[in-house]
């Protein structure tokens, strides 16, 4: 079994005025004990698509006032009223959607004929009242998916203005995951809007989509510069002369224990069971839709959401070609760590 050697005390890794950030932290003891640049670049993760490009269209139905006073019979007057009031117009998206099931529920019961064997009195309303029931549920799906996925509320969750998940506390979703699951029992039937409504807070608050995704483009970055850092020292010179270790290299090995397997390494594990976690979630929620996703969600979620985007590919493959860099340069001193550190 490989055994490290003991931390060796160098001025250099205790100093105490480096960069708060650990991840700048750690780029700049690499820095220095290769003497190589170590430039990570700063790219901004995918943006959650703007309203217009996210949201499905549903036109409103024009009754006009006799069609709104032969409602009437149906009990809906009320509701409809409530709808119409300026402050039905503001309403959030758990009470909108909440409307459009009652309003639906109450066409299909709406009964306009008389009584049982007579003749249906009014057949231009009931024709109508036909209609408005189809184009209303044909409706439907698009309010769900404008009130679930295609909210301001996920905007917000994934919001970039939030920053990282910091490296010092416990990253995974907590609420907000449990705000998804209470979105997809919406999606999937009525749910009072009492319920639902604290699940939209959760999510405008938290943006914790969005500080995911900058936590691990900013590892993603920090681990490319270094695995760069390191390809370039050993193309420039050996770090150690005829593969035996000196004490440069010692201190090189002591800044990977210290500052990447013992402090990064541990993040990194935590942020993917996160992205697991939240990405099943998420899953959940696009499973029950019932719609044709937005051109500008499909390449969202192709790019940020999910195990086999563009972002958490990325991620995994950074993290593969930095441990390769870090074998390669110790192995060239002779102190080559286990494989898979």
């Not at 959650?48 to 006009?64: F, H, I, K, N």
């Not at 679930?148 to 203005?161: I, K, P, Q, R």
């Not at 969202?300 to 930095?322: C, F, I, K, M, P």
């Amino acid at each position: 079994m490989y055994r490290w050697p003991a931390l060796i005390p160098v001025a250099l890794l205790m100093a105490a005025c480096g960069p708060a950030d650990p991840l700048e932290d750690y780029a700049s003891r690499v820095a220095r004990v290769l003497d190589q640049p170590v430039e990570p670049a700063t790219p901004a993760p995918p943006r959650y698509p703007r309203a217009r490009d996210r949201q499905l269209p549903v036109p409103p139905e024009r009754t006009g006032w006799i069609g709104y006073f032969q409602l009437k019979r149906c009990g809906l007057l009320h509701l409809i009223g409530q709808r119409n009031s300026i402050l039905g117009r503001v309403a959030p998206p758990a009470r909108r959607l909440d409307y459009e099931r009652k309003l639906l529920a109450g066409l299909r019961a709406c009964r306009p004929s008389t009584p049982a064997g007579a003749q249906d009195d009014d057949p231009a309303f009931a024709a109508r009242l036909a209609e408005l029931v189809a184009s209303k549920q044909a409706q439907l799906p698009k309010v769900i998916w404008n009130a679930t996925l295609g909210s301001d509320a996920m905007a917000d969750a994934f919001s970039l203005a939030a920053g990282r998940l910091p490296m010092d506390t416990d990253v995974m979703p907590g609420e907000s995951l449990g705000a998804l699951a209470t979105l997809t029992r919406a999606a999937r039937g009525p749910q009072p809007p009492t319920v639902t409504e604290p699940a939209y807070r959760v999510l405008e608050t938290r943006h914790y989509g969005g500080r995911l995704l900058q936590s691990v483009t900013a590892v993603t970055a920090t681990l490319d510069a270094v695995t760069g850092a390191i390809e370039q020292r050993l193309a420039r010179r050996p770090l150690c002369f005829r593969g035996r270790a000196n004490r440069q290299a010692r201190i090189a090995e002591t800044v990977l224990r210290e500052f990447y397997i013992a402090a990064l390494q541990p993040h990194m594990a935590a942020l993917s069971d996160a992205g697991r976690l939240w990405h099943e979630a998420l899953a959940e929620l696009f499973d029950a839709q019932s719609v044709t996703m937005p051109a500008a969600i499909t390449r969202y979620r192709n790019q940020a959401l999910g195990e086999s985007s563009r972002v958490w590919r990325d991620y995994r493959r950074a993290s593969r070609e930095h441990g390769e860099a870090w074998t390669e340069l110790l192995d060239s001193c002779g102190l080559a760590p286990a494989r898979g550190f």
